[in-house]
């Protein structure tokens, strides 16, 4: 049995679902079929399965070395914007009024609206400017800039979510306020965090204006790797290493889930 | 489980920031194992006299000592208290027996000791069988008792609750309350309860200060302020007394209360003569009153409603200029219709004279 008078928004929510997940997955599927396509061009018409793509990836000492490169610099970076994002939240929701609020939250959001391609060039020449030489280091303090708002967003929402009765009732508990941020804020931050590094870690991974910039030409990370090899020869092997990349940080994200107890996908 | 239980005293407490006093020149002590209810609507700046006591707000003015100690400038966590919020403020990471554990950690008692001791008072409020359970998995009952727990395992000096009660439904409202009460005088704690709920502070408090704006409008014992109030905003705000505005006399040793051209005898006043209000309470307004009440007035039924056991009836009473007056009776057979005349009345020692508000 129905009720009448649905029908105008069940089309409507059809069409959102069609809309929604067909604009975001669209694009991916000829990436998809491109990495299985036997086809030696990229992009090319199907002609047949192959996994062939798969094993010179795999065997490529320069996509592995972008790899490695990547996983460094993801995790530093994560590990530096970490300690960045989760003080900058609390100032922004703990600290004196003057500073705390949505005027000063969207103010640490600069990193995010300021074109990256920008932000590489002007470190770059900055540096040049000092006789600074950039090596992992600038190429990790760039990426941590870049993903430290998205940490404070997440973590200093968690934060006002919490509130401070608890931490009051930690304290006429007889803890100290140092103690009861150990005991008490952060352990119930630790969701926020968890996650926010994980989408951190995520973003700069997969990022290319910062690195295209600031990448030393023996520290070559992943995403500049692909697009160098994009420039030069257009093989189905790109296809593959970004289904390949696309896993593996899926499986991470699994990984950290599990391991953190936390809920990031859903 | 008795232990020394100590005095509590505010003086001239005042706080302000910066738009005006919330709280001006507050005084109240309370003797040692006592329990004191600060009863009054929201924004009486009841919940600021808890937060002062608790060192969560330091005051602008006035010191509050626990005993002889001077607790004023005092960093909560110096205080030994125990306190409970309307939310009970569980910790969600960690699992019952940790939480009422957690005011024993800065005592730095050996940990088998420790958790003794969170076992007892899970004893206490009957949760034994929750120990290992996360409070989300709780039942409102439920994480109240563990607050309670809590609260009292450090064995603290003052115990605070901050409307402990509203956030449960009114059946287990009630049955918590009773139950907090017990545990309360069984250890014998200080406390200083925070409430709008008159029923709540009448039935578990030993004295009661009613609140309005920032101060003390009154602080007696609940038979007193339910009985015999002083102050008319008392008799209002508890029990709903109906006032009526007149004027105290003595004359030959007698004293009389004057109303418009109606002129009642009193049988006692603790006010001087002059502009003042006769308070009397709905349930001891009668509809065709026995001999035995003085008080007697030809009224006409503006308004009848049905409150289960009780009916509700507003009449009007010409000879008072038409004042109001609320009478609240058992139902039964007895059916009064709207528009009707009755007498109405009560006993002279049910009206009590109260200062008009300022």
Redesign the interface.
């Known amino acids: 049995m129905r009720q009448r008078g649905w029908t105008s928004w069940r089309i409507l929510r059809a069409l959102s679902l069609f809309i929604g997940y067909g604009f975001v997955l669209g694009p991916v599927l000829p990436v998809v079929y491109n990495a299985f396509n036997a086809s030696p061009i990229f992009p090319a018409p199907f002609e047949g399965l192959t996994l062939e793509w798969f094993r010179s990836v795999v065997t490529s000492e320069q996509y592995m070395s972008g790899a490695i490169v990547s996983i460094e610099v993801g995790i530093g970076a994560t590990a530096l914007a970490l300690v960045i994002g989760v003080c900058a939240a609390f100032a922004v929701v703990r600290g004196p009024a003057w500073i705390r609020g949505g005027a000063a939250t969207s103010l640490l959001m600069g990193p995010i609206v300021i074109p990256q391609i920008v932000i590489g060039l002007a470190i770059l020449e900055a540096a040049s400017q000092l006789s600074f030489r950039l090596g992992l280091a600038g190429l990790i303090i760039a990426h941590a800039v870049f993903v430290s708002p998205f940490i404070i967003r997440v973590v200093a929402g968690a934060l006002e979510v919490q509130g401070s009765n608890l931490e009051s009732a930690a304290m006429v508990l007889g803890s100290r306020r140092t103690a009861v941020l150990f005991t008490l804020t952060l352990p119930m931050l630790r969701p926020a965090i968890v996650a926010s590094a994980v989408f951190a870690f995520t973003l700069s991974f997969v990022n290319v204006p910062l690195s295209l910039f600031l990448s030393p030409s023996n520290l070559r990370p992943l995403p500049i790797v692909i697009y160098q090899e994009m420039i030069n020869t257009r093989t189905p092997v790109l296809a593959a290493v970004s289904i390949l990349l696309a896993f593996v940080l899926l499986l991470a994200t699994g990984l950290a889930e599990k391991v953190f107890r936390v809920r990031i996908l859903q | 489980m008795t232990q020394t239980a100590q005095s509590l005293t505010l003086e001239d407490i005042s706080v302000d920031y910066g738009r005006g006093p919330v709280v001006a020149n507050f005084s109240v002590h309370v003797e040692p194992g006592k329990i004191l209810a600060l009863l009054g609507q929201s924004g009486c700046g009841k919940s600021t006299i808890l937060r002062v006591i608790?060192?969560?707000l330091t005051p602008s003015a006035g010191s509050v000592h626990f005993g002889a100690t001077d607790m004023t400038l005092r960093?909560?966590?110096e205080?030994?208290?125990?306190?409970m919020?309307q939310?009970h403020?569980l910790?969600?990471?960690l699992t019952v027996l940790r939480n009422v554990e957690?005011?024993l950690?800065?005592?730095k008692m050996a940990k088998k000791d420790s958790e003794r001791r969170a076992l007892e008072m899970l004893e206490l409020v009957h949760m034994t069988r929750y120990a290992n359970v996360h409070p989300t998995e709780l039942s409102g009952g439920q994480s109240q008792r563990v607050a309670l727990a809590?609260?009292l395992a450090?064995e603290p000096r003052v115990l605070?609750l901050d409307e402990p009660f509203s956030s449960l439904d009114a059946g287990l409202r009630e049955r918590m309350r009773a139950e907090v009460a017990a545990i309360v005088r069984q250890v014998g704690v200080t406390t200083v309860f925070v409430t709008h709920d008159q029923d709540e502070a009448l039935s578990i408090a030993d004295m009661i200060a009613v609140m309005s704006a920032g101060n003390i409008v009154e602080l007696a014992s609940p038979r007193d302020i339910y009985k015999r109030p002083r102050h008319a905003y008392t008799a209002a705000f508890v029990g709903g007394s109906n006032l009526i505005k007149g004027e105290l006399c003595a004359a030959n040793g007698a004293w009389r209360f004057k109303a418009g051209d109606t002129e009642l005898a009193i049988r006692e006043a603790n006010l001087a003569a002059g502009p003042a209000m006769l308070a009397i309470k709905p349930e001891d307004v009668a509809v065709d009153p026995p001999p035995e009440c003085q008080h007697r007035f030809r009224a006409r039924l503006e308004e009848a409603s049905f409150h289960g056991p009780n009916q509700r009836l507003v009449w009007l009473v010409e000879s008072l200029d038409g004042k109001a007056i609320v009478s609240r009776t058992v139902n039964s057979q007895r059916d009064f219709r709207v528009g009707d005349t009755h007498e109405i009345g009560w006993k002279s020692s049910d009206a009590v004279v109260v200062e008009m508000d300022q």
């Open positions: 608790a060192g969560l960093p909560p966590w205080r030994n208290l125990g306190l919020f939310s403020a910790f969600p990471h957690y005011g950690r800065p005592k809590r609260a450090p605070l």
